[in-house]
């Protein structure tokens, strides 16, 4: 299992854009996603590192104590980054976007000074350029 996961991890390492492949295969939630995954994958290598000690020395005493405690955290695990995340309101997201949405309605200083610099300009009711205004001053037209 640890050479499949090595192999896995070498690929997406090695291949061009694995981030964002990887962000595109996870979707929206890619930070919680991934925070699972990676979570789940050192769970199976440490496991597999343990059977792998137990082979060598032949003490087999923890083995199918080590099996109940890796499910035990693959289940939680599988509840806190795939059970709670899907259980999230949609009322605390659209709290979530309607405080984002007042804080970018609110004016910025800089976008008060630009505004009144373009309200002159709206305020106009017809704009010339340089070439009409040296051509009304020369009195040619």
Request: proline content about 0%; glycine content about 10%; hydrophobic content about 45%.
């Given at each position: 299992m640890s050479k499949l996961i090595t192999i896995l991890i070498g690929f997406l390492i090695f291949s061009g854009d694995s981030f964002r492949k990887v962000k595109n295969l996870l979707g929206a939630h890619w930070r919680t996603s991934l925070s699972g995954l990676v979570s789940a994958a050192l769970c199976f290598f440490f496991h597999s590192e343990y059977l792998s000690w137990v082979?060598?020395?032949?003490d087999k005493t923890?083995?199918?104590l080590s099996f109940i405690i890796k499910n035990f955290i693959l289940l939680f695990l599988a509840f806190r980054y795939i059970y709670k995340p899907l259980k999230i309101s949609p009322e605390s997201h659209d709290k979530t976007l309607q405080g984002i949405t007042e804080k970018l309605d609110e004016p910025q200083p800089e976008q008060d000074r630009l505004d009144k610099i373009f309200n002159d300009l709206r305020e106009k009711e017809a704009l010339?350029?340089?070439?009409e205004r040296a051509l009304h001053r020369d009195g040619s037209v």
């Open positions: 082979e060598i020395t032949g923890y083995v199918t010339v350029s340089a070439a």
